[in-house]
């Protein structure tokens, strides 16, 4: 390039630098999965949409019946070492202590305070559903999430330093873009508890609250002072595990779902639910096989153990993504695995993708 | 016309022939809801809408927050002289009653097989219950649709003849399309079992089954013989009146409504949440005052009773339609009060109007 070029020159470059520029947009609309190795179980995903939303295939569904069931910890986001909720109601009982001063000598509360790991975990179930109904419950619905808000804003996971709603799986977003580019509803069906999901799913997945069932417990409606609230009391009213998945899709949305991936036994009721209705199904399993990149566990995991539906998955043809191989890439701020780069925009930086992500129904597939 | 006529005559005949049969469709897209008489209620309906989704309006709402919310029995259809649903019940106690010899000796079941309208009432809320109990529960949701479906297909309202889906108002399913075309999310929020409103929703309004909130049963998850199902208990698992409504929408919609509709009591709670929520909102209320028409009732009824919410509604200035004068027509087959004849498709018939209504996201407001 010299200081003399002509005004033709000028404009023939401008021409070229535009064409470039376009081109990984373009190379996105072409290619849905780009976080996804190509193989047997991309080319699942995509055979699947393709046959369900093309008008002369005979597996073809109306929009309205494209129902997409997703669950969340391990699924779409790391749940190792601990779900996050349960990271949260633990900082919350710190938070919370000033104004419980009883809870210096009251277990389980005396253990998180104390950072007292062999009392706490003594403690069991019945100890952490004390702690869940002390940080979750006793408050109105807005304030509970306004609580998970701030705690997601601030909270940093204990391995990677980032924050829980950056460790979302990058190949997942694709996934959930590309359903809502061909529009399938998609819902997050999770053990976790509703208002907790809804804190984040709408801005990190672009799920919105109503697309969104977990755990609830019973509310109160309540009228003082002209003012009405709903209050969360401690009383549960359903838990979103195992046949709870398929109970609550039933009530909720009242259509069975036509895709369900999942990555526990926790989920096997959910996806044998879907897998037995008519038509052509899409039933997928993530299987965490990385230990490097993220984590590697199945059988024996305390935390999101897969070890019968990994069996049944195998026996009846469902799709199982080895996450090893089968992601190039885990997360949003995670390099391309080397050797598979193709076509990456690497001037869009993480927060476009992240707000990218967000965007309701993206006309392209998400990045 | 005549049998000379020239290529030129017959093409201008076809143009204008044309031009006249797009007119009715065109007048619809320029008054969206024709069956309102023009008066302030219509014109509140009208103004609110414009001005959430005008973008240049300070009181633009998002369509992802666009939630409309309305009640089901008396709102959207007749209540009298007796909800529907209770109908179905009772009728489905005969059908089932040669499966139960024991009913013919049991109460509440002999005095609905005698028709023994005295025995009945005196089994009051708790005879009901055994009712509900019997002819809703114990069976799959699957096969509870299908029964409801099937009787809905042949029961007849017993004044008008009429099915109970044809019973529906005209001026609100102009409403709902209305809403629909201007991307809100419409929801039925109804005392009735959330199945049982399915059963027709989708058809008759418009509404896709995640879109219906009601009383639910608790279900089960079964898996028997390799065949995974959802078995409806006669365990109440919520009630869905008066304050269960703005529970209810918590739970399901996590998000408040910025409309809400209703015509009794057992509304005011979710007028009241949705009222109180911030930005511009529209409450409105259908009172029955036509005798004529449809029927007459308010403070005294036993069914649909409208007391407190009548005098909130009155001290807040929400939109209180008054039936007689508001609506120029009440079912889809009525004819339109006289004298007040717009432009009218004469050659659309009930069941093309009706198919029109089902459409999920009508691009003109329906008829």
Chains 1, 2 share one sequence.
């Not at 999965?33 to 569904?61: C, H, M, R, Y």
């Not at 808000?149 to 977003?173: C, D, N, V």
Request: hydrophobic fraction near 35%; proline fraction near 7%.
């Amino acid at each position: 390039m010299t200081n003399t070029m002509s005004l033709h020159q000028y404009l023939g470059l401008m021409l070229l630098l535009t064409l470039a520029l376009s081109l990984p947009l373009w190379t996105q609309a072409a290619e849905p999965l780009p976080s996804w190795a190509d193989g047997p179980v991309k080319q699942s995903i995509i055979e699947f949409v393709q046959a369900v939303t093309d008008q002369n295939s005979k597996d073809f569904v109306k929009p309205a019946e494209r129902i997409a069931v997703f669950d969340n910890d391990g699924t779409l986001w790391s749940e190792q070492p601990m779900y996050c909720q349960v990271l949260f109601a633990l900082d919350e009982v710190q938070r919370m202590a000033p104004e419980h001063p009883e809870w210096k000598t009251e277990q389980p509360f005396k253990a998180v305070l104390e950072n007292d790991h062999k009392a706490l975990s003594e403690s069991g179930v019945d100890g952490l559903l004390k702690i869940i109904g002390a940080t979750h419950t006793g408050i109105t619905t807005e304030a509970f999430m306004d609580n998970a808000k701030t705690w997601l804003s601030q909270a940093r996971h204990p391995k990677t330093g980032k924050p829980y709603t950056e460790m979302i799986f990058q190949p997942m977003l694709e996934m959930l873009g590309y359903l809502h580019s061909q529009d399938f509803k998609t819902y997050i069906v999770s053990g976790g508890d509703t208002a907790f999901v809804r804190a984040f799913a709408e801005q990190v997945y672009g799920i919105p609250p109503e697309r969104v069932i977990g755990t609830t417990f019973t509310t109160q409606f309540q009228f003082e002072e002209g003012e009405p609230s709903i209050l969360r009391t401690p009383k549960l009213a359903h838990s979103n595990d195992g046949p709870g998945k398929p109970e609550s899709i039933d009530a909720v949305i009242g259509r069975r779902p036509i895709l369900a991936f999942g990555n526990s036994d926790g989920d096997l009721q959910m996806l044998q639910w879907t897998a037995a209705g008519p038509g052509k199904r899409l039933i997928g399993l993530v299987h965490h096989t990385d230990t490097k990149r993220e984590w590697a566990y199945d059988r024996q995991s305390g935390i999101g153990r897969l070890d019968k539906a990994l069996d049944e998955a195998k026996t009846r043809g469902w799709t199982i993504v080895d996450m090893a191989p089968d992601w190039r890439r885990i997360y949003p701020f995670d390099a391309v695995t080397p050797g598979q780069v193709q076509q990456e925009s690497a001037t869009l930086d993480r927060n476009e993708r992240l707000s990218h992500h967000a965007t309701l129904k993206a006309k392209e597939p998400v990045r």
